[in-house]
């Protein structure tokens, strides 16, 4: 079992609309988490670290469920722009990043 | 500012000779650079980490010999492929961290996309 398991998408989501996808995680000692963006062939950018309370910035949300061991990202008003593929990332005890494989998101005019 | 550039960003080499990529910190002193490898589809896996002027610290199952690191200074890091072969194309990310935020504090270069023929 992948350590951070993501449903690889494609999302097929019409402009304006909101979408949520979740990511879990197997490693319980887990401290971190993050969701990063990457487009296609470039590196991955830091979109937002997800917080125990929870955590929002404009129209992105991020929650995390250390009971069911599930983190979130929820986008509102989706853009053209959010089309690329969102990274969930976790941590092990040696603060290294544990790298899902990604979700692919396609936002459609 | 926290900007890392990589060189090359894009490399085709024959199978059997070594590549050189390139990872330099611009505007910061970076502690430690990491170096990723991303096939297509997949999640970035995280090959090595250094600290400038001491041994690259190799995940398991990544050949020290053939994947040579050199952290020579606090803003360069470089990756040898040496004799490379089809199955190292690949996509080469590095990160760095000036390690004053901690440890998840990772700033990551623009990528090199090796093709080995």
């Known amino acids: 079992r992948k350590e951070v398991e993501q449903d690889p998408g494609p999302f097929n989501v019409p402009e304006g609309a909101t979408v949520a996808f979740n990511c879990t995680y197997s490693?319980?000692?887990?401290?971190?988490f993050f969701w990063y963006r990457q487009d296609c062939r470039k590196e991955p950018k830091l979109l937002m670290s997800?917080?125990?309370?929870?955590n929002e910035d404009g129209r992105f949300t991020a929650q995390l469920n250390r009971a069911s061991q599930y983190i979130s990202l929820l986008i509102r008003d989706s853009k053209l722009s959010d089309s690329a593929t969102y990274l969930c990332?976790?941590?092990?005890?040696?603060?290294?990043?544990?790298w899902g494989a990604g979700t692919k998101l396609i936002i459609k005019p | 500012g926290a900007v890392v550039s990589q060189h090359p960003s894009r490399v085709i080499c024959k199978s059997g000779t070594s590549v050189k990529i390139e990872c330099r910190s611009l505007?910061?002193?970076?502690?430690?650079m990491f170096w990723y490898r991303q096939f297509p589809k997949q999640s970035l896996m995280l090959m090595a980490t250094?600290?400038?002027?001491?041994?690259?610290?190799?995940e398991q199952g990544v050949e020290k010999d053939k994947f040579l690191i050199n952290h020579a200074s606090l803003t360069l890091s470089t990756l040898t492929v040496t004799s490379a072969h089809p199955e190292d194309s690949s996509f080469y990310i590095c990160?760095?961290?000036?390690?004053?935020?901690?440890?998840?504090?990772?700033?990551f270069g623009p990528g090199t996309r090796l093709t080995v023929t």
């Open positions: 990160s760095a961290t000036p390690g004053l935020l901690g440890p998840y504090e990772q700033y």
């Open positions: 505007d910061f002193q970076a502690t430690t």
């Open positions: 250094s600290n400038e002027g001491s041994k690259a610290t190799y």
């Open positions: 490693n319980s000692a887990s401290q971190s």
């Open positions: 997800v917080y125990s309370s929870g």
């Open positions: 990332v976790g941590s092990d005890s040696n603060y290294q990043l544990i």
